[in-house]
């Protein structure tokens, strides 16, 4: 089954940029969703499978994809970015939600 | 859009269970539903979709013999069902709308229902 591998954690000071990873097999090829959920909360989108942001996600948040990473980054942090992330495919054959294993995002 | 949950659940190991989740502010019937589990302190993990028009489903191995899912267009409510619960069932349920946006991706979450088994 296909896997998605995210690092469990990644740290950084306010105002600079985070950059959480996303690995999979030739996932270069695949629609990459992007959640975040703070503390206690739902989940919420934040970049959607076509690259796109949500109303009132600020463009400091962006993406890129290629080969076998996909990358959510995350430029001027501030503490209220503080959040778990989770990335997200489609599994076109098996017609399964993939969901990566999360990174816990603390901001210094 | 909105996916509206019911109220959090504290049950005994063995009882039977249902969650719901009502969607409003558009058609029901035209967007799968899916099932997330969050257990405490972890991930998310994906229990399956509904297509609530015909009810089609598609469940997770891994759930697949312990959960039931349902939708009643009537009044565009998801349901999550369990028969006989275990005390490893002790989690926040999610359910979520998926579209297509390259591929199937959650554009709505529900406010999540916690259940605790003891």
């Known amino acids: 089954s296909y896997v998605l591998t995210q690092p469990p954690s990644v740290s950084v000071a306010p105002g600079q940029t985070a950059t959480l990873s996303c690995g999979g097999s030739?996932?270069?090829?695949?629609?990459v969703h992007w959640y975040q959920q703070k503390a206690g909360q739902a989940p919420v989108v934040v970049v959607n499978?076509?690259?796109d942001r949500p109303p009132g996600i600020p463009d400091r948040f962006f993406v890129s994809n290629s080969g076998n990473t996909a990358t959510l980054t995350i430029s001027r942090v501030d503490a209220g970015d503080e959040a778990d992330y989770f990335c997200q495919v489609w599994d076109t054959t098996r017609h399964h939600v993939i969901f990566g294993g999360g990174t816990k995002l603390t901001v210094l | 859009v909105q996916l509206v949950q019911s109220g959090a659940e504290v049950k005994k190991f063995g009882e039977s269970l249902r969650i719901s989740c009502k969607a409003s502010g558009y058609s029901f019937t035209n967007y799968w539903i899916a099932w997330v589990r969050q257990m405490p302190g972890k991930g998310l993990e994906w229990m399956g979709i509904?297509?609530?028009?015909?009810?089609?489903?598609r469940y997770n191995p891994s759930f697949q013999d312990h959960v039931i899912f349902s939708a009643d267009k009537s009044t565009s409510t998801a349901y999550l069902q369990w028969r006989s619960l275990r005390a490893s069932d002790s989690a926040v349920y999610y359910c979520a709308r998926l579209v297509v946006r390259g591929d199937l991706g959650v554009d709505v979450w529900g406010q999540g229902t916690t259940v605790t088994v003891s």
């Open positions: 509904i297509w609530p028009s015909d009810s089609d489903i």
């Open positions: 030739n996932i270069g090829r695949k629609s």
């Open positions: 499978g076509e690259n």
